[in-house]
């Protein structure tokens, strides 16, 4: 195929993104340079203090705390989810579909419904209590909900599919064949899949657990409702600034904010997980 | 690959798993028959919430809503998220800009991408409704079946591609007959996924959706209904909605068998 | 390639059809939130005045405000948002100055409901229910009877973990204010300071901020003091008799839900007719029975049955008792300092 052709099948997909994101969200973004109106319009002026007021410790503060609290989760969910997603792939080939279906099914349900399950089971007067006084344990139990374990149950739960689809694609294929060579030459099960199997599921891997990051740090609702708002995401920053104060021209400033560190961590990963697959691959061969 | 033991050691992984996913859904699954309409205490069995939810034509009305937005938007999103990636995989050279489009659909805060396209579609005087909901779903929607493809296609073969050039296919035969039957797993992994994060968004639906009632998606109702907690009426939704589904997949199964004896 | 491109063509011709299908604009909108009026109340309005009209629903005033924000009010006709947002659609332009010849029935509100601070006159928003904010309480479970802000900021060793507070900005940060004794509108800095400083104290005693299911918390037993605006206490105590509603004796503030008539609405003549059709006094009795919320409906509240008000007494509370309470304001360029008190104390551990 000649390098003409990539742009063909590219020029649909950029062509929406670009009328449908990039121009609708550099004019908003663009209001991080204008000023806010004493009661919360654009006064068209000039000026870089919403981008100043970023640089504010706080904010720092509240970014990394989120993203503690994201990258836990990603990590959790991609353990879980890569396991899950090998286990099913390791099934007859006929069943995988099913089984595929089954794993993000519950998420058909509602983003509201299953977090307010979870309060019904962590609550202090709820399921998991219940059970444990029923089952005769009479001693304190902490206090499950509102709190930051609460907040990583939750968000591990609604993604956890999103890891499965992500490492059952590049699972999926993997040629029987690579392993049985892998397994004539003598390498073990676990050397197979040491050096084989992970290398070549690295980017579905490195996929999943960017999935499970940044819906977390966007996210608003788990926080609020099995936190019990406790704690701010830097989703939940964003979103007061443009709805709760109005405060569209520093709204603005702090997405800038995050895209940027968000760009720059997705580089390192990609980087990263190239560096790593192609490393692996390249042992594979000598050996 | 597999032995006996290791055998037994997925299945137990897939239990464990499956039993995750599935706790939070048995404890819905039990109030939508609570008789009280308060999740704190069981006052008995009762199946007054599905009845309540069959005459409720508002919350029908918007489920069947979120289920055009989700299929439509699925469906452009998978087309338009596929060839992407094909596209940016075949590139051996990569753009850091090229790359930032494509990852911001991602990163974008769901806000920040909810009011500016609100604001682009009023300033453009364009006339708001289901359709302008999938446009918007389209566009996240695209970013995340795109990257699903592409960690497929890091550890693709081109060189099959060469050899069916070589052989004289033409780039679209190439690309029907080699590349797409590779990714077919993939496509559908990414289109599952495209389908399950547009039924349950709702922040971009809200502001991208039309003023009146019919271009109301389930999450809209269902978030506006939080003041009182959930409702056993939206429990017992949920239930419906994934009892469907289980009835849709099988009566696929059983058309596709019909088809196909030898499988 | 020309199959790819004729199926972009063709679904972006269904988005364009499912467009065009839709143009049922004649109907009047209004966006409300949900159970905030009666069910029947479209069906007898259209019967009455003949006009049709359909309802959506909002979960809260910053959505509906972020669309009537950038959608520059478009779309809507009658939208019901509390009193420092009916003030921000007046000062951005949004609302339509009312004409008082087309609302006859302005005449049933107490002619206290007439001189709210937000809106002296109501001359963009007509006053729907309000009401107080203050403590909600199970006084079979709380020692004593509590009557102090200082019972929700520093509670005793029993109610550690089991007290809630609003999480909305205004109100989160009106408790504050009201303990140490300031305006609820107070901008100066080093007050906002002893504020927040309070404020994060009292969240280590804290169960969560939670401003919709509280009385479901109460209900449960999962709290047992929390912080609520009285018509949503209202909820608890038709669940549990034992649940109690006092103002705390440092104050309140008074709280105005509005009806505003959005100024780029294409059906005024029938947006007028609805509001004056809600302030018909056995219409606007409704909230009161049934959402168990204060109507500055003087006609509608004379007419309540007595009963009602001896089961939920905050309900019999005079216009003359709120009007003590100061309404919270729009505090136009201080919004930045209270965003960031309420960042601070929201990321403090």
Redo the contacts between chains.
């Keep these: 195929?000649t390098?003409r052709?990539?742009?063909?099948?590219?020029t649909?997909?950029?062509a929406?993104?670009?009328a449908?994101?990039?121009?609708?969200?550099l004019?908003?973004?663009a209001l991080a340079f204008f000023r806010?109106g004493?009661?919360?319009?654009i006064v068209y002026e000039f000026t870089l203090s919403n981008i100043a007021l970023v640089f504010d410790p706080?904010?720092a503060?509240?970014f990394l705390?989120s993203a503690g609290i994201a990258g836990l989760a990603a990590t959790i969910a991609v353990v879980?989810g890569y396991?899950?997603a090998?286990?099913?792939a390791?099934?007859p080939r006929?069943r995988q579909?099913?089984?595929?279906?089954?794993?993000?099914?519950?998420?058909?349900?509602?983003?509201?419904?299953?977090t307010?399950?979870?309060?019904?089971?962590l609550?202090?007067?709820g399921?998991i209590v219940s059970l444990a006084r029923a089952v005769g344990f009479d001693g304190d139990l902490p206090?499950m909900?509102?709190t930051e374990t609460a907040v990583v149950i939750g968000l591990v739960?609604n993604y956890?599919?999103?890891v499965i689809?992500?490492c059952?694609?590049?699972l999926?294929?993997l040629n029987?064949e690579i392993?049985e060579a892998s397994r004539d030459l003598g390498a073990s099960?676990w050397t197979t899949f040491r050096r084989v199997t992970l290398p070549?599921?690295v980017?579905?891997i490195?996929?999943g657990f960017?999935?499970v990051f940044?819906?977390s740090i966007?996210n608003f609702v788990t926080p609020?409702l099995l936190g019990?708002?406790?704690?701010?995401m830097?989703?939940?920053?964003?979103?007061?600034?443009?709805?709760?104060?109005?405060?569209?021209p520093?709204?603005?400033a702090l997405?800038m904010f995050?895209?940027a560190i968000?760009?720059g961590l997705?580089?390192l990963q990609?980087f990263a997980s190239e560096k790593a697959?192609g490393q692996q691959r390249a042992e594979v061969s000598d050996d | 690959?597999?032995n006996r033991s290791?055998?037994r050691f997925?299945?137990l992984?897939?239990s464990a798993?499956?039993a995750?996913?599935?706790?939070?859904?048995s404890?819905?699954f039990a109030?939508s028959f609570n008789a009280s309409g308060l999740?704190?205490a069981w006052t008995g069995f009762s199946t007054h919430w599905y009845g309540e939810l069959i005459a409720n034509s508002d919350i029908i009305g918007a489920a069947l809503n979120t289920l055009i937005v989700a299929i439509v938007s699925t469906l452009a999103a998978t087309?338009?998220?596929t060839?992407?990636a094909?596209?940016?995989e075949?590139?051996r050279r990569k753009g850091?800009v090229l790359?930032?489009?494509?990852?911001?659909?991602?990163?974008?805060?769901?806000?920040?991408?909810a009011?500016?396209?609100l604001?682009?579609f009023s300033m453009l005087d364009f006339r708001m409704g289901l359709h302008t909901i999938i446009?918007?779903h389209?566009?996240f929607n695209?970013?995340?079946v795109?990257?699903?493809?592409?960690?497929?296609l890091?550890?693709f073969d081109w060189s099959i591609?060469e050899a069916s050039?070589d052989l004289g296919a033409t780039?679209p035969i190439?690309l029907r007959r080699v590349i797409l039957p590779?990714l077919t797993?993939?496509v559908?992994?990414?289109a599952?996924?495209a389908f399950?994060l547009s039924?349950?968004e709702?922040?971009i639906a809200y502001f991208t959706a039309g003023s009146g009632r019919d271009s109301i998606t389930?999450?809209m109702q269902?978030?506006s209904m939080?003041r009182f907690?959930?409702t056993p009426e939206?429990?017992a939704?949920?239930?419906l909605?994934?009892t469907l589904?289980?009835v849709a997949?099988a009566i696929s199964?059983r058309l596709n068998r019909g088809r196909l004896p030898g499988? | 390639?020309q199959h790819?491109?004729s199926s972009?063509g063709l679904l972006l011709g269904t988005c364009l059809a499912f467009g065009s299908g839709m143009a049922a604009a004649d109907d009047l909108v209004i966006s409300n939130w949900d159970g905030y009026m009666a069910p029947e109340a479209l069906d007898s309005f259209t019967e009455a005045t003949g006009n049709d009209a359909e309802l959506v629903l909002h979960g809260?005033n910053?959505?509906i405000?972020?669309k009537l924000?950038a959608s520059n009010g478009r779309g809507y006709d009658v939208v019901f948002v509390s009193s420092p947002f009916a003030?921000?659609l007046q000062?951005?332009g949004l609302a339509e100055q009312l004409d008082h010849e087309r609302l006859p029935n302005l005449a049933n509100l107490y002619p206290e409901a007439t001189e709210l601070a937000h809106d002296p006159g109501n001359q963009y928003s007509v006053p729907y229910t309000w009401g107080t904010t203050g403590l909600c309480y199970r006084s079979d479970l709380v020692d004593g009877q509590p009557d102090s802000w200082q019972d929700l900021l520093n509670p005793s060793d029993e109610l550690q973990?089991k007290t809630?507070m609003l999480?909305?900005?205004r109100w989160l940060l009106g408790a504050g204010f009201l303990a140490k004794g300031y305006s609820v509108n107070e901008t100066d800095p080093d007050k906002l300071a002893d504020v927040r400083n309070l404020l994060i104290e009292a969240?280590e005693s804290?169960?969560?901020?939670?401003d919709t299911t509280f009385y479901a918390k109460l209900v449960?037993?999962?709290a047992e003091l929390v912080h609520a605006w009285d018509g949503w206490c209202n909820y608890g105590i038709a669940e549990n008799a034992d649940i109690e509603y006092v103002i705390p004796r440092e104050g309140s503030d008074l709280w105005v839900d509005t009806m505003v008539i959005l100024k780029g609405s294409e059906n005024k003549e029938a947006a007028y007719e609805f509001v004056n059709y809600v302030l018909d006094a056995d219409n606007h009795r409704w909230a009161s029975e049934n959402i168990l919320y204060k109507v500055p409906n003087q006609a509608a509240m004379e007419a309540l049955d007595p009963a009602l008000i001896e089961q939920f007494p905050n309900l019999g509370m005079t216009p003359d008792e709120m009007m003590a309470f100061e309404q919270l304001r729009?505090v136009?360029?201080a919004?930045?300092a209270?965003?960031?008190v309420?960042?601070?104390i929201?990321?403090a551990n």
């Excluded at chain 1, 052709?5 to 590219?10: Q, T």
């Excluded at chain 1, 830097?234 to 569209?248: M, V």
């Excluded at chain 3, 804290?206 to 939670?210: E, G, K, N, V």
């Design positions: 195929m390098d052709k990539p742009v063909y099948l590219m649909p997909a950029l929406w993104l670009t449908f994101m990039v121009v609708p969200c004019l908003i973004l806010r004493i009661y919360g319009g706080l904010y503060r509240i705390k879980i396991a899950a090998y286990a099913i390791s099934m006929k579909p099913i089984l595929l279906f089954f794993a993000v099914l519950p998420f058909w349900s509602n983003y509201l419904v299953r307010y399950a979870w309060i019904v089971l609550n202090r007067e399921l206090q909900l509102y739960y956890l599919p999103f689809l992500a059952y694609a590049p999926s294929r029987p392993h099960e070549m599921t980017p579905g490195a996929t960017v999935f940044v819906l966007g609020a019990g708002g406790q704690f701010q830097i989703g939940n920053l964003i979103y007061d600034q443009f709805l709760t104060a109005n405060d569209w520093f709204g603005a997405s995050l895209i968000m760009m997705l580089t990609t697959s | 690959m597999t290791s055998l997925m299945l992984i897939l798993t499956f995750f996913l599935y706790i939070p859904i404890v819905l109030l999740p704190t087309l338009l998220g060839l992407l094909i596209g940016v075949i590139r850091r790359e930032t489009v494509i990852f911001a659909p991602m990163i974008i805060p769901d806000i920040v991408l009011i500016a396209l604001s682009f446009i918007s389209t566009v695209l970013a995340f795109c990257a699903v493809v592409r960690a497929r890091k550890s591609v050039t780039p190439t590779v797993p993939a559908v992994a990414g599952l996924l399950t039924i349950d709702f922040i389930l999450p269902i978030f939080i907690g959930v939206i429990n939704l949920a239930v909605v994934m589904s289980v997949l199964q499988q | 390639m790819f491109r972009i809260t910053e959505e405000m972020g924000i003030e921000v000062n951005m973990g809630t999480a909305t900005d969240k804290l169960l969560a901020y939670d449960s037993g999962e729009n136009g360029d919004q930045r209270y965003s960031r309420v960042s601070e929201k990321a």
